[in-house]
């Protein structure tokens, strides 16, 4: 291959530089490792060579985003076999493009194909030999995706030169597979992480080439640009769906219900190469013949690994039970196939054996396995038709697995979040419907586990019946529990017992109304009765401006911005804390109140209510009196707290994890919409803090005594200080701020805790002697909580049952939360609230501090008639404790944080603290723990610490 003319450029263009800089030539250099040729077909000659658009030859570096969108730009217009579109922009505004490849006669009759895609994935529409004409003359479709970790570069370079090699090439296995084929490459899916990272790539560039997978040339910076903008994982959000990229992506893919969609990743830099298929767990609802053909596709392409040399393997620890990566197609009956290079950067890597591996030896792996994978697809596409239209039969079979089960999200008066979640759901082309009235069903199951032949499903719930094309996903992400087969349960205990490893690679549990928050249950027949589609309530919202009072309902998640948002622009806002009944409409407690008398200097006030409650699509009540009802609250009493507008900073940078502070921010940024700040946690002590009344601290960790006692100073003083896992777990250390302990500490004094959680207990369900109580003598027989257990632990059992424990926590299940339902940090609320739950820190409330949310739903058991001990806590008679919702949570790991804290809350001098065990944030997806979060930031300041008086 002759070489380019910009290639003899930019070997000129090297030296130069390096002697303006003053800098030293180094003694070799990277361009010399590979000399393997990628793009070697024929190809025509006015289509723009990849080199056309880099300073550097093709695949010796990172491809920068705006480089491959220039790239993409310009082929759009030099041939006839592409079509590019603009499926979305991400956060930083950079485009995110689906490029369609095919002959120029499949690119002119796109349009038709898409519609013959649409008919063949509906099996009640048409019938077998509709389908077999269909599946005759339906092009095979490939949907080639990559980089979707933004440091994982060379998938995205591979990108660039299969675009180039498809629409370029004039070699006749090219043209044939096109007459026949779609190929869909989405280069780049996470462009903005790209980017963070091709500029880390350039500023830590030193002159010598540097092979040391430790350098920062290697990582990259805090947060690496695995992530995008928000730091948000976007291989963990595909049915979560929270970002722009997703939301662009996934309706897209829906529509086009590709055969194979290849996810092309990198892994870290000693390893190999990895393709699918994956070992188990693998989830039950994929099909089988999506395994089937998995092997088929892996065979063949590790025929051209053995050709060229190239060590890879399969398996390993490729699992597949989790359905938010992009193999979420594989539940829609798609093929997924996931591609992990080891990340050579882009100098090249020392591997242990002592040789050098290129990056463009690794932008040749992700190539080379491209054209295998497309091959194979080319020669068994029309079987795979023929089991797709298997499946796609079976699913809206009356005899499938199934046709008799039907998910339900119960009506509810957080319309907010239940049309969030209805959205979500739509997208996936799952169909939604509503029951106009209730429904009488026999055997439902419910989140806790409890089955019921008799179950009233209220008027207004969700009810999505999965006897429908979609049904495997919808299992997948509705069911309760994902099944884990019992070798997989073994297996993962033997490693747990053994060393404590894991053969789970991501969370275990994942239903969305759990993560939601919602109530739901599963019925198991196929509602088909009273139901009418789902339609998103969209009305313009009215309200009456001579009220005296506008309220929000507190259960709907709006309310919260519409308090955060009316506060920032100068408004004076309150929350009703009880429920309450006002003008004849009904409040639940929570519900933010508007009062005109509050606001006397603000002009335009109704106005700005409308609009703010007109921006999140929110109904308000208009209120003409403030009498409440019988003995509930009226306006003038204490149950109209007056809330103080948040001035919020976000602690960040690399003490914190970059996820967790970037949910935080996104959160932020994506419900509230006000002002706030991320600083910098190494600099607090340098820090004005009184410029905050509320401090967000994300999972951190390797905080100084001194970091440590500036918050205690500025907690004292009034500042709310909100925390989450790791940072919990230092504050609720020996030296931390405030007393709340982790649970290994306190076994010298466990009775205590247990002797305040009996009261607890008592407070939930009182019983009293009424003669008794009204007896003058003294009552000898009065018989206390902690006598009524003679069996309970000593601190040395304690200890060695926790050490034990400890081995089997959960890495991402759910459990249940037992929710205190008059706090102010549970305002909209359900009673059991689901809670995603990993190794997290256990928190131990005592006298002074609140748990508000605490692990383990109390159940009745009438055959409990004795006091029991799990651990350091008793359960009264009568009682038994759920903990595990979904996932796997060993028995000894519910033992062990049964009773514990999940959210506490201590007031401090002038201010609070407030801790959650865990991250209430997660993936931007757990939106019922995230409700106690944005409770916190926003009310925190007004009801939590000393109201303060400007003077
Ligand atoms: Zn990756």
Known sequence: MKLHPLQLLSLFLTIPFLLIADLSTPTSFSSNLYNKIILDGNYIDNIDHPDTFLDFNYAERVTNPAQISAAVQAYSVQSDRIKVIEYGRTHENRPLYAVFISSPANIKRLDAIKTDIALLADARKINDSKANSIIKNLPAVAWMAYSIHGNETSGADAALGIIYHLIASEDEDVVNMLENMVVIVDPMMNPDGRDRFAKSLEQYRGTAP???????????????????????????????????????????????????????????????????????????????????????????????????????????????????????????????????????????????EGTIQSYKESVHHQFASTISNLKSLEKYSKQMYQDYWDGRKYNVSRDGEYANQTFVVLATENRGRINTLAKKLASQDIEIYVNTKPLRVGSTLKQNGETTDNYLIPAGSLVIPNLQPEAPLISAILEFDAEIIEPVLKEERRKTL???????????????TMMYGLEAVTVNQNLQRDLEPWSIDQKAVEINKDALIWVANGVDDRSVPFAARLMELGVEVRIIDKESILSGQEFPRGSVAVIAMDNPNFQNLSSTVQKVASELNLDVASVTSGFGAEELPDWGGRHFRLLERPQVAILSYDDFSSYDVGVSWWSMDHYLGIRHSQINGSALNYTDLRRYNTIIMPSGRGFSSSQLSALRDWVRQGGTLIANNS??????????????????????????????????????????????????????????????????????????????????????AIVAGRVDNEHWLTFGTIGTLPLLYSNYPILMTNRSSEAVVRIG?????????????????????????????SGLVWPEASQRIANSAYLTRERVGRGQVILFSGEPNFRGAAQGANRLWLNAVVYGAGLGASNKIEL
Do not use: C
């Open 210 to 352: 540097n092979y040391d997978d430790q350098s920062l040339l290697h990582s990259g910076d805090w947060p690496s640009g695995r992530t995008n903008h928000y730091f948000f994982d976007l291989n963990r959000d595909w049915f979560y769906q929270t970002q722009p990229e997703t939301q662009g992506r996934v309706p897209l893919i829906n529509a086009w219900r590709p055969q194979i969609l290849v996810d092309g990743h990198e892994m870290g830099a000693q390893d190999t190469f990895m393709t699918g298929p994956p070992r188990e767990p693998i989830n039950t609802n994929v099909d089988k013949d999506i395994i089937k053909w998995g092997h088929v596709f892996a065979d063949e392409q590790a025929k051209v690994f053995d050709q060229n040399n190239w060590r890879f393997y399969t398996g390993e620890w490729h699992e597949d039970l989790y359905p938010g990566y992009s193999f979420y197609v594989q539940f829609r009956g798609s093929l997924g196939i996931l591609y992990e290079q080891s990340r050579m950067a882009e100098d090249g890597v020392r591997r242990q």
């Open 498 to 512: 053994k060393n404590g490893s894991s053969i789970m690679y991501d969370t275990t549990a994942f239903n969305l």
């Open 727 to 812: 940072s919990s777990r230092s504050l609720a250390s020996d030296n931390g701020i405030g007393s709340v302990k982790q649970l290994a500490s306190t076994f010298e004094n466990s009775s205590d805790y247990n002797i305040n959680l009996q009261r607890e207990f008592e407070a939930l369900n009182v019983v009293i002697d009424v003669e008794k109580t009204n007896d003058n003598k003294v009552d000898f027989d009065l018989a206390y909580p902690w006598e009524n257990n003679k069996s309970q632990y000593s601190k040395q059992e304690l200890e060695k049952r926790d050490a034990w424990q400890a081995r089997f926590m959960p890495s991402g």
């Open 857 to 885: 739903e109390l159940v009745d058991d009438p055959e409990a008639e004795e006091y029991r001990s799990i651990n350091w806590s008793d359960l009264p008679p009568g009682k038994n404790l759920n903990v595990r919702m």
